[in-house]
């Protein structure tokens, strides 16, 4: 499966440990190959739908928790008004373009 959630690699700007970013990273490659559906991008904006479960709200909540403290340079935010569940990520296209993400 191609990796589609908001993390290919480290960005320089996190403050994760080395051993803790990779952790993160393991943990939004396990949660992507489970419940990614489909990515939305705009110079300004990163949505990323998901099913929506017990499960992956629960794991998104938590993962999200981290990126707020070590990547707040965007604004993450979780939208649980629609049938699925969607990560939406702002900021400035070099930001967004910090996060490494995958198509």
């Not at 440990?17 to 904006?45: C, I, M, N, V």
């Not at 739908?49 to 928790?65: G, N």
Request: aromatic content about 6%; hydrophobic content about 35%; charged content about 25%.
């Amino acid at each position: 499966m191609t990796h589609i959630g908001p993390l290919n690699s480290l960005p320089i700007a996190c403050t994760l440990t080395p051993a803790a970013g990779k952790a993160q990273l393991e943990k939004w490659q396990a949660f992507d190959e489970h419940y990614a559906l489909e990515t939305e991008r705009t110079d300004s904006r990163l949505t990323i739908h998901y099913a929506k479960v017990d499960d992956s709200t629960r794991r998104l909540r938590e993962l999200v928790a981290t990126e707020s403290t070590c990547c707040a340079f965007v604004d993450w935010s979780i939208d649980e008004s629609h049938a699925d569940l969607r990560l939406v990520v702002t900021g400035t296209p070099e930001q967004l373009s910090a996060l490494n993400v995958g198509s």
